[in-house]
């Protein structure tokens, strides 16, 4: 009896181990990238990178031994574990080489920034960032890569089938998961995966022809795709403060990471108008180009001249919107309304289906209509109204995902920011801490974790706390939740 339980406990947790063991193949075999560099540079990190390399690697070959013959075929309660357990075991993984690679960095501080990077937050508690190995600065490019290709599959093929957070307002033929890895997401993976390289190598070469030493055009190239945030340099973008077109060029390079992914496909098919067309595209837009008009304006009233007001605006704003997290200037310093202003922007997001975080413009969307429809509920009470989205009526399940995620969202920023304050971080590194790290955003408010700050001399603990604040943000809040909850594991 006893072995006939373990037997079935064994086969419902082989094939999530399955997949978990390619998905770290595929980390190990770019964690070889920067070691043939540091090899080629002769530099002491490449032992590091090579034992890191190794670990993973033996990893992959004792769960692939151990489920040789077990056939993948997921339930959805399996594939809850699975999105989970990939995002914390890769970021775990991750961290190996700055664990050995980087004498500077404890334990903690190395998972804090692999968390960071896979993420794609972009918090750093890394100093003298110029003085890292070309293999560390490219593995912190990688890792947000990564992560940016991983979110945008996530958001697409696997959100909108577990119905996390209104995803599935999203649901299309390649959401269709049917108890099977991927049956029918093969074909737009591979097409969303050659759009992301596409874009990373046009990147590449616009910063390399914008004046970027190689390096750092394929870092940014990366992180500005993946709206992440990592820089060569501790002063960020504002390294390139004095080459504008670099600024402009990062600003186009992170807002086209921020766009749905899947409409770039249908772009590329033949469907000409998909992006305009579509109303998360026009939300984003609207919304940054309000903003950064009302914050340019402010800027030139306070004396700066208009050309260079309007490019660190449109910058900086696309950065925190995006969730990118880059800074060309401290914008703390431009005035107390400017900073009320970026701290509401830490809360948006980009779209659905992109590289960015936050809440999501769609939300905020989708709000506005449920609102709208209530309001006239209250002058019609006998009226019958619907409400629709892109095309799509807005049903009771997408409507309880987006109230029950915005909730939790919010619930979870509070948590996490009265968890920061009881470790003694005063108020505003406190909330602004916790309300970056679950909006993937990357730098908060103050003088300690403010643009021009560090994530570093916060104790152990709020390091800790912020990692499960950034994988909570990253997995849409309510897919970590359901693993919390008795129901999910009475099966």
């Known amino acids: 009896m006893r072995e006939s339980v373990l037997r079935e406990q064994w086969l419902n947790w082989a094939p999530i181990l399955k997949v978990l063991s390619v998905l ?4 190990a075999v770019f964690m070889m990238v920067p070691w043939l560099v540091l090899v080629i540079e002769e530099e002491p990190d490449a032992r590091a990178f090579a034992l890191s390399t190794g670990i993973v690697l033996a990893s ?16 959805p309660w399996q594939m809850f574990l699975v999105t989970t357990l990939s995002w914390v075991s890769i ?29 794609t937050t972009g918090s750093t508690v890394l100093s003298r960032i110029d003085q890292l190995s070309d293999g560390l600065k490219l593995w912190r490019g990688i890792m947000q890569w990564l992560g940016g290709i991983g979110i945008i599959v996530m958001g697409i093929a696997i959100l909108p089938f577990l119905k996390v957070g209104g995803m599935r307002l999203f649901h299309t033929e390649s959401s269709d998961w049917s108890d099977k890895v991927m049956p029918k997401t093969g074909g ?8 992301y390289c596409g874009f990373t190598l046009t990147a590449m070469l616009a ?42 060029l990062g600003s186009l390079f992170m807002l086209m990471g921020a766009l749905p992914f899947v409409l770039y496909i249908r772009v590329l098919r033949g469907a000409r108008m998909a992006l305009w067309r579509d109303q998360q595209v026009h939300g984003l837009l609207i919304l940054l180009a309000t903003v950064c008009l009302l914050l340019t304006l402010w800027r030139m009233w306070l004396g700066t001249p208009p050309f260079e007001a309007l490019t660190h605006v449109v910058f ?14 401290d914008y703390t310093l431009w005035g107390p309304m400017a900073t009320v202003a970026f701290f509401y922007l830490t809360f948006v997001g980009g779209c659905s289906g992109s590289t960015a975080g936050g809440m999501k413009i769609f939300r905020f969307q989708v709000a506005m209509l449920l609102l709208v429809s209530q309001l006239r509920f209250l002058n019609h009470s006998s009226g019958v109204f619907v409400s629709r989205y892109n095309g799509q009526t807005l049903t009771d399940e997408i409507t309880r995902g987006v109230v029950a995620f915005s909730f939790f969202f919010f619930l979870t920023i509070a948590g996490l920011a009265l968890g920061l304050s009881l470790m003694g971080l005063d108020f505003i590194t406190a909330l602004s801490g916790a309300a970056t790290a679950v909006a993937n955003v990357g730098p908060g408010l103050g003088d300690i974790i ?6 570093i001399p916060l104790p152990d603990a709020a390091k800790w706390l912020l990692c499960v604040g950034m994988l909570m943000g990253r997995l849409e809040i309510l897919t970590v939740l359901v693993l919390l909850t008795p129901m999910f594991w009475r099966r």
């Open 316 to 329: 900086n704003v696309i950065s925190v919107v995006t969730t990118t997290g880059y800074a060309s200037d």
């Open 188 to 195: 737009i993976a591979k097409a969303t995966l050659g759009i």
């Open 24 to 27: 770290w193949l595929v980390l």
């Open 91 to 119: 970021s775990t993984f991750a961290s190996l080489p700055l664990v050995l690679g980087a004498p500077q960095l404890t334990f903690t501080n190395a998972v804090f920034e692999s968390v960071s990077a896979i993420t």
């Open 60 to 75: 992959v070959a004792i769960s692939l031994l151990a489920t040789l013959r077990i056939t993948v075929s997921l339930k």
């Open 207 to 248: 910063y390399w022809l914008g004046g970027m030493a190689p390096l750092d055009a394929v870092v940014h190239a990366m992180t500005s795709l993946a709206t992440g945030g990592f820089a060569n340099s501790d002063a960020s973008f504002g390294a390139y403060a004095e080459q504008p077109h670099l600024l402009w």
């Open 450 to 455: 403010g643009p021009s700050g560090n994530f």
